[in-house]
Nanobody, 118 residues
Framework: QVQLVESGGGLVQAGGSLRLSCTAS????????MSWYRQAPGKEREWVAG???????KYADSVQGRFAISRDNARNTVYLQMNNLKPEDTADYYC????????????WGQGTQVTVSS
C-alpha cells in the first residue's frame, strides 16, 4: 500500500525555484517526523531537511538558507521549497517518514527528479 507520494520535480535553470510536495496517509503523517533525502547519480543518498511532528526544522549545511521544509497537517503534506537552485542540487528527491518510536525512516516515497541546468 502506497503511503507517500511525491510531486513537483522538474527541470529548472540555475538560480530558479521548485517546490516539492509529499502527501502521506493521515494515520502515518500525524505520527511521524518527515524528511527529504536526495541521491545524485553515482553518489550516496544524503539527508536534506527534516521537520518534527511539532514543526521543528533542520537542514543540511549544503541547503541551509536556500531550502525550506514545512508541513501542513490538515493536508497530510510536507513541502520542500527550493530556491536559488544550483547544478549540484540535481538529484532524485525522496520523502521519508519516521514513525513515533522508530529508530529510522521506515516509509519512503518513490522519488521525484530534480534537474538544475547551468
Amino acid at each position: 500500500q502506497v503511503q507517500l507520494v511525491e510531486s513537483g520535480g522538474g527541470l529548472v535553470q540555475a538560480g530558479g525555484s521548485l517546490r516539492l510536495s509529499c502527501t502521506a496517509s493521515k494515520i502515518l503523517f500525524s505520527n511521524a517526523a518527515m524528511s527529504w533525502y536526495r541521491q545524485a547519480p553515482g553518489k550516496e543518498r544524503e539527508w536534506v531537511a527534516g521537520v518534527t511532528i511539532g514543526g521543528v526544522t533542520k537542514y543540511a549545511d549544503s541547503v541551509q538558507g536556500r531550502f525550506a521544509i514545512s508541513r501542513d497537517n490538515a493536508r497530510n503534506t510536507v513541502y520542500l521549497q527550493m530556491n536559488n537552485l544550483k547544478p549540484e542540487d540535481t538529484a532524485d528527491y525522496y520523502c521519508a517518514a519516521k514513525r513515533l518510536g522508530a529508530s529510522t525512516y521506515d516509509f519512503w516515497g518513490q522519488g521525484t527528479q530534480v534537474t538544475v541546468s547551468s
